[in-house]
């Protein structure tokens, strides 16, 4: 409906086909200017008094309204505003709001001088296992721990205390790597060993970092294989995550989305206390709740017969 041509991909994801949002985030800003929406810049929101309270480059302003959607974002993106300033504003006109923490964020390592050269490799085919959830997405190793794909996908339950696995084999079953590891190792170096069993250095580097102590038989060494333990050092900063949990509460809103301690007032987005892995998951949420806000501020409004309001010059 905005002009913008699209492709499904393998995932059944629907990406635009230049992939790229800015041609589409402009055709979205001028189908609302076309409809009567006004932008209003640098405004930011100080408080609550007989309306809403803002600091403007002309100066404060009071704006008054019949329904407001609030869509102010989470914690995870300070630098482009999304800094959870709001928090202290509905908290103190009685919001119960759960604290902000990271999501979709990558998980400090205390790495061995021996990882040095791998600093930035990817880790593809193998699995991630943290409590009843696996994770196949490859990740990446950096400087300050992992990151990455697969790592977002179990990343809550993760950060939530559960431990996590690496299985170095995923394709692979127990037995057959019995066999594997039965090879006389013969002259070869351990890391020359387990490469040609592994075939890959990736692998190997990871198993040497976290093997130990290494077990002397070929079952004890295809059990480790399967179930590498990760000693990772809890998450990074939520200044650093792609996105946020915690915010507003199931239960300081109701069905539509209206604060129950704000009549009138809706909100959406990553403001609320929910949370999804990338891959396009966040971004259909914010759509959705958004959708939701707005289409119930608009019946209060049409219910209580409030008048348009005209455009301000």
């Not at 295809?222 to 809890?234: D, E, F, H, I, N």
């Not at 949370?275 to 709740?289: H, N, V």
Request: glycine share 14%; hydrophobic share 45%.
């Amino acid at each position: 409906g905005l002009g913008i041509a699209v492709f499904t991909g393998s995932t059944g994801r629907v990406f635009p086909v230049g992939m790229k949002a800015s041609p589409l985030l402009r055709a979205w800003l001028a189908r609302l200017d076309a409809r009567g929406v006004r932008l209003r810049t640098r405004w930011r929101w100080t408080g609550l008094e007989n309306g809403f309270l803002f600091e403007t480059p002309e100066g404060p302003r009071q704006v008054s309204a019949d329904v407001a959607v609030l869509a102010l974002g989470g914690a995870s993106w300070p630098r482009l505003g999304a800094d959870a300033a709001w928090v202290p504003l509905l908290r103190d006109a009685g919001v119960r709001i759960a604290p902000f923490r990271p999501a979709n964020m990558g998980f400090r390592v205390d790495w061995s001088p021996a990882m040095n050269r791998h600093l930035g490799a990817a880790v593809k085919g193998v699995a991630l296992r943290a409590g009843e959830m696996v994770s196949r997405g490859e990740w990446v190793i950096g400087r300050q721990g992992i990151e990455g794909g697969g790592i977002y996908e179990i990343a809550a339950v993760i950060r939530d205390g559960a431990g996590v696995r690496l299985d170095l084999a995923p394709d692979l079953g127990p037995d057959a790597l019995v066999r594997r590891f039965a090879r006389p190792r013969a002259k070869l170096s351990l890391g020359n060993w387990l490469r040609r069993i592994l075939g890959d250095p990736i692998k190997v580097a990871l198993m040497l970092e976290w093997g130990r102590p290494f077990p002397g038989d070929a079952r004890g060494w295809a059990m480790l294989a399967k179930s590498v333990p990760m000693p990772l050092g809890g998450p990074m900063p939520i200044e650093g995550a792609i996105s946020s949990a915690g915010g507003v509460t199931e239960a300081a809103i109701t069905p539509d989305l209206e604060l129950r301690a704000l009549p009138n007032v809706f909100v959406a987005g990553e403001m609320l206390d929910w949370e999804a892995p990338t891959g396009g998951y966040l971004l259909s949420g914010c759509l959705l709740t958004g959708r939701m806000a707005g289409m119930a501020a608009s019946t209060r409004l049409i219910e209580a017969g409030a008048p348009l309001r005209k455009r301000q010059p």
